[in-house]
């Protein structure tokens, strides 16, 4: 169970990494103005979102739903965990916007400037600390 755990963090880590990183590639994109950097933006942004985010997101879930498999009762009795399951889905939820606001940078399509995704990039803090803090400390 402890290397499930381990190999978990470990993709939780590459995950929040491209989560953070994605938003940041977008506050650029959208002050880019010559072709040669927008077509740049284009291919590191979806490399990040198809080659890192998106497997390390299955992953780590994957491995979450193996943990719980392993000891379900304990985790559904615990109200940490079901609070940490709604800031899971939120993250989730948070991944499926960079992905839209990913295929709007593709087809020249975007509609916000930097100042929304510097904004959009201060989300996913905020679902780390929610998440970093129920499972560690398990306050309830």
Not at 75 to 82: K, N, P, V
Request: contains cysteine; proline residues 4%.
């Amino acid at each position: 169970m402890l290397w499930i755990k381990a190999f978990h963090f470990v993709f939780v880590v590459n995950w929040f990494a491209g989560i953070f990183y994605l938003p940041r590639l977008f506050v650029y994109h959208a002050m880019a103005e010559d072709t040669i950097s927008i077509e740049r933006f284009k291919i590191m942004e979806r490399k990040l979102y198809r080659g890192i985010m998106t497997p390390s997101a299955i992953i780590a879930t994957a491995l979450g739903f193996w943990l719980v498999f392993l000891n379900p009762h304990w985790y559904f009795s615990q109200g940490w965990f079901h609070a940490k399951l709604a800031l899971v889905l939120a993250l989730w939820i948070y991944h499926y916007y960079c992905y839209r606001y990913l295929k709007a940078f593709q087809k020249d399509q975007n509609k916000h400037g930097h100042v929304f995704y510097r904004w959009f990039n201060e989300a996913p803090v905020i679902l780390l600390v929610g998440i970093g803090i129920l499972v560690i400390v398990k306050p309830f």
